[in-house]
């Protein structure tokens, strides 16, 4: 409810009685909290108006009670009937759960869905462990730990493992994936080592046979007992080395390599390049193991294709490849183009103890405050909770109001540093934390204790199921909250919930980012000189090494300037391509973000969420010679403000690789060069995000970046009769907010096609010229844009439907169908019918072209949005 001081109510006179909720159509609900008068008003141009409009269904009597409004709220579907509510709760064999009986019976939101998910047992395999063909040992290890049989799909990945095919297994969390992958390993190392026995124990150092690859160290960590356990019966030796291994484990693993090192693939990729005694050791591997493999999408997928491809070129020969997936439709594909060989998948199913899942739309309230409200009342009933947020914004905001409720709640996120998300995971284990707000980081299997309760943004539905994986995993009955919000893809799924559970995520990378290329070949000099005879496939990033002087060619080989080229790449991350900004505070470093988000989120005045607290950025930093940094300030804890920067970006396509039609339009897939401009920022007021619009503060001098990625461009056509009603004055403005309303939809519903990628994608519409251009948020390119490019019919089909079912009538933007919270425009120019007309126009197959060869409009009226990796 949000309370306006100056109203009165006109039939009780109370001062200062009178309030109002805005509902998800954008009309307005008042109501007197003494006399409880209520009536639903239109969306009018400003608040005053609105009273206004109530003051007059006062006066003819079109006013409800409290009491008998909920018919009314039913009827315009705010909330749902509470039979309908009931028979859920019901049917799911939840009745009298006061968890569920309070959370739906809500009078704020709407209940898409609910139903109690009781997994079923994975089919068992056919065989008894004894009669597995794996040694004793690890059968008599399995029954001690009461298993007798393995699952099916368990059973059918150590048989292909045996057989020497690369598999990858696909399975919810805590599915026992690790079980699948581990025997069959261990078995072919065990037979590796009685097979050379003796020249094994001649071997003082050992020689490292497998490489087990987890995304962080805490998995590893939490890994190790596991394989440990299974390892040690064979006499087989399993030990982690990464950045965190104290000096005398380190040399211990380095005297006497085990069979069996736990790694990322960062440490795998400096020591390569450094030629550490490491790097010698485990040139003997004959396995590489990756779990979680989902996680290396994008440029990280990207780098990680190469760290592998040098990895088997020490090795001198192939590795054969086990790796494990969450559920994905594209396993396949994906780990094909990833590990760069074709994968044999094996499906499996996850178990866990009872979930009740409800779908909430939140038609009274922002997707923020029904979150919060769902942590607090699990939290509340002793639930531990996790709450998913997709972005760090969001995880510090959800803390941040949480916390202000009273919720024992942190945050645990990527940019914190590893010592800030160790002590989240060892205190919400330990039952000193009630809850925790996270990003995605947490969908790791990292064990951190037990969780009853999920609450999650908006994901893909098998990002879902993969989030659900974390409660009940040891048998106890769990909750799992899908808290929908006030966007576009939101209010589709509230009609639509069974293309929920239809849309799936695709995964997604591109090892031919030539900027990715560049530096691994590079560090792949420094691993070993490159023979002229193994150079054809990396022939153009080699001539570029040379024309920077990072390479020479000498003696038929492409030999590193050493001292060049590491101080380079010690400062390169496989994780993204772009410098790193040092967040400091107090002097003392406290995170990091890469450019060139950095720009926007820590220029000069910027509000920055840190570890649920917010920070005014005092100085950014930006000397090329040194790391660049921002300083950091407390700002008061009531400070009724953050940021959002203003930016515009102008494309230059390079080269265009792929062209096709999309219904009429001419669309190509391109290298594009983009230049970015952050101009200023605007005030967001704290508790008001859903207008996504605030007050500008314009820069003297725009920061600005410039940066190569691929992407997709197509003209749509011009919404003709929109600009003839409005007439000459109005024409350019009608257009340009047609395009950029049209841009808009198409990529924050991207996500439902691609089932995520919009994340990491950005966008421009040029003015009125209807070019619409859509690209990878990473230098270099990240394979997202290539989804939705390959997809782009579906997705301009279901933003017109997200248009045509939004119930507003404006012509200056809507948070629920033309807004997007990543627009650098400040959500202006926005025009939902011109921009129904101009896709209506492109699904009837109305003919148009791109005419590049005409060249583009002038730099001076674009709608840019920016999504960074």
Known sequence: MVNFSSYRCPRCSSPHSVGADRIFDGRLMFQCAKCRVCALVPAQASMDEAYLEFLDRCDSNQVSTSDDLRPLMEQEKIIRPKKEVNALIAAAGAKGDPLVEETLHSERDYVVDFRSMAEEQPDYGASEVGSLPVDEAIASTLRRKGIDRLYRFQEEAVKKILQGADVVITAPTASGKTEAFCIPVLQKISEEVSRFGSLRISDERGKIMAIFVYPTKALSRDQLPKIAELAGPLGIRAAVLDGDTPEAERRLVLDSPPDIIVTNFDVLHYHMMHRTRFSRAFRTARFLVVDEAHVYTGVFGANVHHIIARLERLAGSRLQVAAASATLPNAGDFCQVLFGRKMEVVQGRGRRGRINLAIIFPSLRSHRSLAIDLVKQAAGRKHRTIAFSGSHLGSELLAFYAARQGVSIRVHRAGLTAEARAEVESMFKQGKLSAISATPTLELGIDIGHVDAIVSNIVPANRLVQRIGRAARRGQQGYAFLALGNDPISQYYKSHPDDYLADQELAYTDPANPFVQEWQVLAMACDRPIAEGESAPMKDALQRLMASGLVRHEKNRFVPDLKKAMELLNAYSIRGIGSRVDIRINGKLAGDRSLPQALEELHKDAIYFLAGRRYRVR???????????????????????????????????????????????????????????????????????????????????????????????????????????????KEEYVAMSAFHASEHVIIEGSAMITGGASQDLGGISLGASGLIFVYDGSVGGNGASRVLYDRLDKAVGRALRILSECPCTSESGCPRCTYSYRCGNNNEYLHKAAAIEALNRMVEGEHTEIGLEEGLPEQDAAGSDRALV
């Open 619 to 729: 100085q950014l930093h930006l000397d090329d010679k040194k790391q660049p940094y921002a300083e950091l300030d407390v700002i008061p804890y009531d400070y009724p403000y953050y940021t959002k920067a203003l930016t515009d970006e102008w494309p230059s396509i390079t080269e265009v690789h792929e062209r096709k039609k999309v219904f009429g339009a001419e669309a190509a897939y391109c290298s594009l060069r983009i230049q970015k401009r952050v101009l200023g920022y605007a005030n967001i007021e704290v508790g008001h995000e859903a207008t996504a619009q605030g007050k500008k503060v314009l820069f003297d001098k725009a920061l600005e970046y410039e940066f190569v990625t691929k992407g997709f461009v197509f003209r749509a056509p011009a919404p003709a009769d929109s600009v003839a009603k409005a007439g000459d004055e």
